[in-house]
């Protein structure tokens, strides 16, 4: 008989957030905040710019990054994600 393993069932969230970023870690919170080590392909919605070596990051639990200064900001308006509109918690 063939057994399957449990770990079959990949974490979604993690699979996103390998997809998107230049991060492996896995987000247990809703942002995690990180230093750029690489240029991302995406660029921060809000500034418009890309995100640079050594920029802070800020990746959301729906694996979509922005600076962290960015976000900071937006958060003041609205605690939503930017692109997706997935509550943030904070
Ligand atoms: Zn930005
Ligand atoms: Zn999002």
């Given amino acids: 008989m063939t057994r399957f393993c449990c770990c079959f069932k990949k974490n979604k969230k993690n699979v996103l957030i390998r ?3 230049n991060i492996d870690k896995i987000i247990n919170k ?9 240029k991302l392909e995406d660029e921060c919605i809000i500034c418009l710019n890309y995100i640079n070596i050594d920029d802070e990051v800020a990746l959301l639990k729906c694996g979509h990054t922005y600076h962290k ?20 918690n904070i």
Wanted: charge should be positive; aromatic fraction near 18%; glycine fraction near 0%.
């Fill in 30 to 38: 809703d942002i995690y905040y990180y230093k750029s080590y690489k």
């Fill in 19 to 21: 997809k998107n970023s």
């Fill in 69 to 88: 200064q960015c976000i900071h900001n937006w958060f003041k308006k609205k605690e939503v994600c930017p692109i997706c509109n997935i509550n943030i």
